[in-house]
């Protein structure tokens, strides 16, 4: 599957895609409603970026507590029910008088179901589509989420304005519903990829045995930390050009929307087996080292723009791990890479403050695109073996696959 044409007459997938850009925009409007309403009521800039950016933490809580749920579950009901959850939630937050604390609760709950919800999401996209679509049809949700995520933002400060925080809090919960009822009316029900009861052991049992391949292993490092790192240093956009943050912030959204439409649909098949995501993950990382000499800012968005076009190494490290993973396993095993991610890059971030701290923001640019840099090449040795190579390996490291159900 290599045209978009292809893809959009795939049964399911238009619905998948309508339910996720509902779901994104649903959480870019109502975390900026949420940020706004938590600083007026408390004046504390540390709590409003909390109360937007906090739940991603709790997303690794999830991952080790609640993640089997993602293939145990029936997917449709799933994303029904956690499409409502998130609905109920945020209309809650728009309670009058609600205390700080217990916004912080229910937030913390949203970071949890979350870990699930993209498990549940990614999983179901590979039954979706056959395996040769997987690429195209991640991209093409990239594509959508990141959109979805610029236009959001400027969407959600025309409703806090016009309709209030609570108002667009009340907007955001809306939209939550109508992520339900399209995958309710759109989707197929399905069965359970895996059989059994979710339960915090199983997770904890899942998480090991997708972590004791050497291969998987490497994958999820290389999805993990070179795309932290840098994420880490974008974090001080806002400290090395306060005048210009938004227009850095912008660009290298702008780079990252291009490449993954460049690779999702044109990237030829032989290129990605012969060279995989090291030369885009250097891509991503190499341009940074240029914040050494504090570039003008022309030079500077050049430089973010082209390197989050490596952003979509991500795609193929994506598709390397459905490989490289039993179908039973595949919202698992997305999720924990989704959960991951996120908690990396809300390590890196602080990591990048704390150089900054001592230092100057755009040395701390530099010192974690060197860090990345050297991540990707200590990685790279892993990540060019051959995917079939690569199969063969898993069930070697497991002990308990055959290479069928690894394929």
């Known amino acids: 599957m290599r045209t978009y044409q292809e ?24 975390s900026l409603a949420l940020g706004t309403l938590v600083y007026d009521a408390t004046g504390s800039p540390l709590l409003a970026a909390l109360s937007m950016f906090g739940p991603l933490l709790a997303q690794m809580i999830g991952a ?63 039954e979706i589509l056959p395996a040769d679509g997987y690429l195209l049809g991640r991209s093409v949700l990239n594509l959508c989420a990141g959109s979805l995520q610029i236009c959001g933002y400027a969407v959600g400060g025309v409703l806090v304005a016009v309709l209030s925080p609570r108002g667009a809090l009340l907007a955001g919960a809306a939209l939550y519903v109508v992520a339900a009822a399209v995958a309710r009316c759109g989707l197929a029900g399905r069965p359970p990829r895996a059989k059994g009861r979710p339960s915090a052991a199983e997770t904890w049992r899942t998480n090991a045995r997708l972590w004791s391949a050497r291969p998987r292993r490497h ?23 306060p005048r210009h943050a938004g227009l850095l912030f912008a660009f290298a959204a702008g780079g990252m929307l291009a490449g993954d439409t460049l ?33 003008a800012l022309p030079v500077a968005l050049v430089a973010v723009t082209v390197a989050s076009t490596g952003f979509s190494a991500s795609l193929l490290l994506q598709e390397r791990l459905m490989a490289l993973t039993p179908g039973e396993l595949s919202g698992h095993a997305f999720g924990l890479h989704s959960s991951g991610m996120l908690t990396m890059q809300g390590v890196a971030a602080a990591v990048a403050g704390g150089i900054a701290q001592f230092t100057t ?11 990345s840099a050297t991540v990707t090449l200590a990685l790279t040795p892993h990540l060019r073996r051959p995917p079939a190579d690569a199969v063969r390996a898993a069930p070697e490291a497991e002990g308990d696959l055959r290479p069928t159900d690894a394929a």
């Open 361 to 371: 923001p755009a040395t701390a640019m530099t010192v974690m695109a060197a860090a």
């Open 219 to 241: 994958v999820y490092l290389a999805l993990w930390v070179p795309n932290g790192l840098v994420v880490g240093a974008e974090s001080l956009f806002v400290s090395y050009a």
């Open 263 to 295: 690779t999702g649909r044109f990237l030829p098949v032989r290129w990605r087996e012969r060279f995989g995501a090291p030369p885009l993950l250097l891509l991503l990382a190499l341009p940074y080292l240029v914040f050494a000499l504090r570039p």
């Open 64 to 126: 080790s507590l609640l993640l089997s749920a993602a293939d145990r579950l029936p997917p449709r009901a799933a994303t029904v029910g956690l499409a409502l959850c998130f609905a109920a939630g945020t209309a809650t937050l728009a309670l009058p008088g609600l205390p700080v604390a217990a916004v912080f609760a229910i937030l913390a709950v949203h970071g949890m179901l979350g870990s699930v919800g993209g498990g549940v999401r990614y999983g179901l996209l590979t």
């Open 7 to 30: 893809l959009f007459r795939t049964p399911e997938f238009l619905p998948l895609l309508a339910a996720s850009a509902a779901h994104v925009a649903a959480l870019t409007v109502s």
